[in-house]
């Protein structure tokens, strides 16, 4: 069956520091990635999304992901991470008419 | 304009009531979705909608009802509520087809009590 993993429930960086977060797929051919992002208290934000071609994607808010075929990934990364980037940040999976949601990833970012 | 809206923000109510979500999107979107995220943030597709047809139904107890008026509503009605209702319900469009960004709503809190 088809799923996406986000090894991290949580994780903490300091501000200014870079931050990777882990997302892994499992389906036969590549799916099509998302990453979303979860503020408190508000509904879930495109960051960026890999259709086809460049393996390295620009999202808004500084971010970016690589996606990586061999290793069925498709982490995201900002280089200097900013207070305002605390949330929740969920990696997706679209294939067909489903969409298969990681677990997601909690960011805390301390001062 | 918001782009995907759902009412209420939040709803209180106590076990056995009957209870409806409202989602609006005014993007010309032919498909929506309703998701429910429980206490660990966890999203769970319930329905889905294209053109006011049914073409996602998770395993969802029969108590919840979804009802698409038109393409650019789909309402959530639920029956004899329960305690493990409690949950964030989203509401999200998209164009359809394969690897399309889908748009969220804020959210509809739903507290039983």
């Known amino acids: 069956a088809q799923s996406v993993t986000q090894p991290d429930i949580h994780i903490t960086v300091s501000e200014g520091a870079s931050l990777e977060l882990r997302c892994n797929y499992s389906?036969?051919?590549?799916?099509?990635l998302f990453w979303y992002v979860q503020s408190p208290g508000q509904g879930l934000q495109l960051l960026l999304k890999?259709?086809?071609?460049?393996?390295l994607v620009q999202g808004i808010k500084g971010f970016e992901a690589e996606f990586k075929r061999s290793q069925s990934s498709f982490n995201l990364r900002k280089p200097s991470v900013h207070w305002s980037d605390a949330a929740e940040y969920f990696c997706?999976?679209?294939?067909?008419?489903?969409?298969?949601f990681g677990t997601g990833t909690s960011l805390t970012v301390i001062p | 304009d918001t782009a995907v809206s759902q009412t209420p923000k939040y709803l209180v109510t106590q076990m056995g009531n009957d209870k409806s979500i409202k989602c609006e999107q005014n993007?010309?979107?032919?498909?929506m979705y309703w998701y429910k995220q429980d206490s660990k943030k966890f999203l769970k597709i319930m329905f889905s909608?294209?053109?006011?047809?049914?073409?996602i139904n998770e395993t969802v107890p029969n108590r919840f009802s979804p009802k698409s008026p038109d393409k650019a509503h789909l309402n959530l009605h639920i029956n004899s509520l329960e305690l493990g209702d409690s949950a964030v319900y989203f509401c999200?469009?998209?164009?359809?087809?394969?690897?399309?960004?889908?748009?969220f709503g804020p959210g509809t809190r739903l507290t039983v009590t």
């Open positions: 389906y036969g051919a590549t799916p099509y």
């Open positions: 890999y259709f086809s071609g460049d393996t």
């Open positions: 993007l010309g979107h032919d498909t």
């Open positions: 999200a469009s998209s164009q359809g087809g394969l690897g399309v960004e889908q748009y």
């Open positions: 997706v999976a679209n294939t067909g008419n489903q969409f298969y």
């Open positions: 909608y294209n053109n006011k047809e049914l073409i």
